[in-house]
């Protein structure tokens, strides 16, 4: 995508700003003040996903959405960056130059997986981290090693992401989208449509397709201390609620909240439904704890209860 060609007509464009932090060039979103939430898109998406859930959000915090590397306007500096611990050890490189640290972290599918190495990456745990769907599991069977193999073969090719631009079509990309289990309004489809029809985002995404492996995080799961909470669509055809489930049940401190008339895409498809969903369970754990009778002011305030925006 460039910025100079579909920046003016982008969903929040007006808090849209770009940040070189090696190896990669980042655009992010920023907008409201309070404690900091950081909005991390799935694969193949960006930040328009949020273009809803953003505003809500900002009312009450301050809101930074992020296009992963090689996707919507972030450029990608090098391939070799692009597995989840890679990507989220860059991502806290960039939030220590940019931002104040992140009170808590929101992932939808694969952004989800991102999110929790983020957690362990930054060098103060967040609050919680809520995952939408969240991808967090490998491949089974054939699918665990044909998947990767294809997705490495066509980012290595530099004719495949041409071929695939042809072929995003109105009624291909409504066939995808449905696929998900999800429905989407001619603004959502038109936005997925643009990001489809453009060379270096499809590129961007069968790269981190190609270096995509979840047996770490898996492993993990059982040491994953930070609290979370997975926002599960009943009608997620991409992430199927039995695996998320699965997943949060090897986690010490994660729940989950369902959705039974939503997709993968629910965040998209509800947005006021996923933002009172965030705020409402990310917001008790940044109160402040009650004062101590005769307690000085101020003592027992948590750190990541007064964190203003920058400027």
Known sequence: MDWARDGSGWPNAAQSRFVDCPPHRWHLQDAGTGPLVVLLHGAGASVHSWRRVLPLLAGRFRVVAVDLPGQGFSRCGSRSRLTPEAIAADLARLLAAEVPAPAALVGHSAGAAVALRL??????????????NPALAAFRGVAGWLFPVLARAMALNPLTAPFLVRGAGPETVRGIIE?????????????????????????????????????????????????????????????????????????????????????????????????????????????????????????????????GRRG
């Open 119 to 132: 957690a362990a990456a930054l060098p103060e745990p967040p609050a919680g981290v809520v995952g939408i």
């Open 179 to 307: 696929s998900t289990g999800s429905r989407l309004d001619a603004e959502g489809l038109g936005l997925y449509r643009r990001l489809m029809a453009d060379r270096a985002h499809v590129g961007g995404t069968l790269a981190m397709m190609a270096a995509w492996r979840l047996e770490r995080l898996a492993a993990d799961l059982p040491r994953i201390a930070v609290p979370a909470l997975f926002l599960v669509g009943g009608r997620d055809r991409a992430v199927p609620p039995a695996t998320v489930a699965a997943a949060a049940a090897r986690m010490p401190q994660a729940e989950l909240k369902g959705f039974p008339d939503l997709g993968h895409l629910l965040h998209e498809e509800a947005p006021a439904v996923a933002a009172a969903a965030i705020a409402d369970w990310i917001g008790p754990r940044l109160a402040p704890p009650a004062q101590p009778a005769g307690a000085p002011p101020g003592q027992g305030q948590p750190r990541l209860s007064s964190v």
